[in-house]
C-alpha cells in the first residue's frame, strides 16, 4: 500500500459529474466522489480504469444516459466487478467505486473504509509499543480465577492440544515460533474457535443474541484481568504480554450476531464486512504476536492490512466451498446483486445444478478471492522470519481449495473441495522456502544494494 493511501484523514476527492449535456434531465445529474485512502492499489485500479493519474473516473453505465432517482450502491474499487468486459458492464449497471453514494451525491463511506479505520488503529497500538521498546506493562490485576500452581503453563498447553486437534497443518508450523508466541497463538486459536462454536456448534440453536452480548461481557472481563476459566486465562496472559487491542474480539462477535439475523447479503460492500468480522479479525489479532520482522521497511499499516487481506480471503475460499452446505441450512453468502447480474437466483442455488452461468459466475468469485490472496502474499513476507512459515502455510493451503473447486468443475453444491494429505505435505516445505524470503520491502532496495557490493 502506498503512503499517501494510508491518510485516511488527508484524503484526495475528484467530482465527477455524471450523465451531463442538453440530453440529460437535470434532477438526474449526479457526482462521484472518490476518496482515495482506503483500498491498496487503490490509485492503480483508478488509473487503470480512467487513464487518469488524478483520480477521476469514467463508469460507462453512467455515463451519457439518465440515472434512475433512487440510491446506487457502489461496491470497492478494487475487488468489485472482476472479469467484467465493458459489454458486460452496460448490461448489468457496474459501478466502481470506494464508497456508496445517493442520486443526491452523499457519501456513504463502504466497508472497506471502516474496515480499514480499525487497521489504522491496530497500527497505530503497535508503532507506540515498538517506539517504547518495551513490552507494555499494565497495572497489577485482580484474578478472580484460582490458578493452580502451574495453572498457566496448563491453560497455554491445552490450547495448544486444543490448535493440534482442530488445526494440525497450523499447529504445526507454529513449533517454529518462540515459546512465547506460540503461546500466545495458540490461545487466540483457541478464543476464535470457541466463538465461532457459538453459532456453528452443536449448540448453535440454543444460541440467542443474549448468549452473545453475555459472552462479549465475558471477554471484556477478560481484557480487564478477570478470566472465567482457564482458556480465558491463557488469552487474558496473552493480552498483558503483547499490544493486542480487544476491537477486533469484539468484532468477531458481532460477525456471530450477524449469523443470527442475516442469511443474505445484497452486495459485496456488505459481504466484505461480514468477511471481516469472522475472518479479517483474526489477522488483526495476530500481527501483534507474529511480530514484523526487524529488518522490513514497510509501513506497519501495510502489514496489518495484507493480514486482514488473508483473513477475507480464506473466508471468501470457504464460501465458495461450503455454498452447498451453506444452501441446505437456508444460508447463501454470496452478493445477491451479482448473482442477479449473472442470470441466477436463490432458486438455482438452493437447485443446485452446475450451468454455463453458474461457472461464470464462479470464476468472477475465485478471481476475486485470489487477489485477496496476493495482497496478503506481500505482508506475509514482512512478518519475523520465525513466525513466517504458519502463515504461509495457511495461505498456500487455501489457495488451493480454489484450484480444486476448479478442478469439480465448479460444483460445490454436492462436492467439497478439500486440498489431500499428499499436497499438504509438498505444501510445507514449499511454504518454509518462502519463509526464508527477503521481505518485498527490501527487494531491489539501495540499503540492500550496497550491503551486497560490500560483500563482493
Not at 470457541?194 to 448468549?211: H, K, Q, S
Not at 464486512?273 to 509501513?299: D, H, Q, R
Not at 453458474?358 to 513466525?387: D, N
Request: proline share 5%.
Amino acid at each position: 500500500m502506498r503512503t499517501e493511501q494510508m491518510q485516511s484523514a488527508a484524503c484526495c476527492e475528484t467530482e465527477i459529474p455524471v450523465g451531463e449535456g442538453p440530453s440529460v434531465d437535470k434532477r438526474y445529474q449526479m457526482a462521484i466522489i472518490l476518496v482515495r485512502a482506503a483500498s491498496p492499489g487503490l490509485s492503480d485500479a483508478v488509473r487503470d480504469i480512467s487513464g487518469s493519474h488524478h483520480g477521476s473516473l469514467q463508469c460507462s453505465t453512467l455515463l451519457n444516459k439518465r440515472v434512475p432517482a433512487r440510491r446506487w450502491t457502489l461496491c470497492s474499487l478494487r475487488y468489485a466487478c472482476l472479469g467484467v468486459d465493458p459489454g458486460e458492464v452496460a448490461r448489468s449497471s457496474a459501478v466502481y467505486s470506494s464508497l456508496a453514494v445517493n442520486p443526491a451525491a452523499e457519501a456513504v463511506v463502504s466497508s472497506e473504509q471502516k474496515v480499514y479505520d480499525v487497521v489504522l488503529k491496530q497500527a497505530a497500538l503497535l508503532k507506540r509499543q515498538l517506539r517504547a521498546q518495551t513490552p507494555p506493562v499494565l497495572d497489577a490485576r485482580p484474578q478472580e480465577l484460582e490458578m493452580p500452581r502451574n495453572g498457566l503453563k496448563e491453560a497455554y498447553d491445552r490450547c495448544g492440544e486444543i490448535c493440534e486437534e482442530y488445526a494440525k497443518t497450523f499447529y504445526l508450523g507454529t513449533l517454529l515460533m518462540t515459546e512465547e508466541r506460540r503461546r500466545a497463538i495458540w490461545a487466540i486459536y483457541v478464543w476464535c474457535r470457541r466463538t465461532d462454536e457459538l453459532v456453528d456448534g452443536p449448540n448453535a440453536n440454543y444460541i440467542t443474541p443474549t448468549a452473545l452480548d453475555r459472552w462479549e461481557k465475558r471477554l471484556e472481563d477478560l481484557f480487564a484481568g478477570r478470566p472465567y476459566d482457564m482458556l480465558d486465562a491463557a488469552l487474558s496472559d496473552t493480552i498483558s504480554r503483547f499490544p493486542i487491542d480487544i476491537q477486533p474480539f469484539r468484532d468477531m462477535i458481532e460477525g456471530m450476531r450477524s449469523d443470527l439475523r442475516k442469511a443474505r447479503y445484497k452486495n459485496f460492500d456488505e459481504l466484505y464486512m461480514y468477511c471481516y468480522y469472522v475472518a479479517g479479525t483474526v489477522g488483526l489479532m495476530s500481527v501483534p504476536v507474529m511480530g514484523i520482522a526487524p529488518e522490513s521497511k514497510a509501513p506497519t499499516e501495510s502489514v496489518y492490512s495484507a493480514a486482514l487481506a488473508l483473513g477475507i480471503a480464506n473466508q471468501l475460499t470457504n464460501i465458495l466451498r461450503d455454498v452447498g452446505e451453506d444452501a441446505r441450512r437456508g444460508r447463501i453468502y454470496l452478493p445477491q446483486d451479482e448473482l442477479t447480474q449473472a442470470g441466477l437466483s436463490d432458486e438455482d442455488i438452493f437447485n443446485g445444478v452446475v450451468t454455463k452461468r453458474w461457472r461464470i459466475f464462479m470464476k468472477r468469485q475465485i478471481k476475486r478471492a485470489r487477489m485477496f490472496f496476493e495482497e496478503a502474499e506481500r505482508g506475509v513476507t514482512e512478518l519475523s522470519q520465525a513466525s513466517r512459515w504458519p502463515v504461509w502455510a495457511s495461505l498456500l493451503l487455501y489457495r488451493q481449495i480454489l484450484d480444486e473447486i476448479e478442478a469439480n468443475d465448479y460444483n460445490n453444491f454436492t462436492k467439497r473441495a478439500y486440498v489431500g494429505k499428499g499436497k499438504k505435505l509438498l505444501a510445507l516445505p514449499v511454504a518454509y522456502g518462502k519463509s526464508l524470503l527477503l521481505p518485498c520491502s527490501l527487494r531491489g532496495s539501495p540499503d540492500l544494494a550496497a550491503r551486497k557490493n560490500k560483500t563482493r
